[in-house]
Nanobody
């Protein structure tokens, strides 16, 4: 059974950092590009970042460029999202998902095998 699990969320002050992890059971992440998405209350789910399966190419939403870094460790079957200089507007539930194609990296429709999400709250 394919299963993705996010962890590492929490409460952090503006300017702080968090590192999210995405682990998998039931399949290997090696073969998939993995994306991070987030969804704030009342807003649509938006693409935050993605890392390819083959060459490690990375993609970022403009809103997080220079602050967030995505990486993967295939030996640990995990993908990470390092989030620095967090802002109030980064508050959301963060999800990881495996890209199965058919759309741009930022489009949730191109992804399967979603995790249940981890809450990130940026508050003073």
């Amino acid at each position: 059974q394919v299963h993705l699990v996010e962890s590492g969320g929490g409460l952090v002050q503006p300017g702080g950092s968090l590192r999210l992890s995405c682990g998998a059971s039931g399949f290997s992440l090696d073969y998939y590009a993995i994306g991070w998405f987030r969804q704030a209350p009342g807003k649509e789910r938006e693409g935050v970042s993605c890392i390819s399966s083959s060459d490690g190419r990375t993609y970022y939403a403009d809103s997080v460029k220079g602050r967030f870094t995505i990486s993967r460790d295939n030996a640990k079957n995990s993908v990470y999202l390092q989030m620095n200089s967090l802002k109030f507007e980064d508050t959301a539930v963060y999800y990881c998902a495996a890209w199965t194609g058919g759309s741009g990296w930022y489009d949730p429709g191109g992804y399967d095998y979603w995790g249940q999400g981890t809450q990130v709250t940026v508050s003073a």
